[in-house]
Nanobody, 123 residues
Framework: QVQLVESGGGLVQAGGSLTLSCAASGGTFSSYAMGWFRQAPGKEREFVAA????????NYADSGKGRFTISRDNRKNTVYLQMNSLKPEDTAVYYCAASVIPLPRRYGDYAYWGQGTQVTVSS
């Protein structure tokens, strides 16, 4: 059983940056692919980025390509999401998730979820 705790959300002006962190415990972190999703009010949860469990492969939704960077530190059992050039439409609750699938993109591919952290981008 993996427990995930996100942090780093907050209020930022458009064009600003934030780095989200997700600390994992209770499992072998390096054996999981890690992902970030987000959910805006009234919308479905959507894929943001994923980092493979091996090989250092990353995958991004089109909305974040060139602006967001996912990384992981297996020594610290932590995955990060660096977000630059933030836009008001990036406002959402951001969730991290863990999967045994090598490079998952779909909500159903992930077995473990954090509680989320709010990101608000003001115009």
């Amino acid at each position: 059983q993996v427990q995930l705790v996100e942090s780093g959300g907050g209020l930022v002006q458009a064009g600003g940056s934030l780095t989200l962190s997700c600390a994992a415990s209770g499992g072998t972190f390096s054996s999981y692919a890690m992902g970030w999703f987000r959910q805006a009010p009234g919308k479905e949860r959507e894929f943001v980025a994923a980092f493979s469990r091996s090989g250092g492969i990353t995958n991004y939704a089109d909305s974040g390509k060139g602006r967001f960077t996912i990384s992981r530190d297996n020594r610290k059992n932590t995955v990060y999401l660096q977000m630059n050039s933030l836009k008001p439409e990036d406002t959402a609750v951001y969730y991290c998730a863990a999967s045994v699938i090598p490079l998952p993109r779909r909500y159903g591919d992930y077995a473990y979820w954090g509680q989320g952290t709010q990101v608000t981008v003001s115009s």
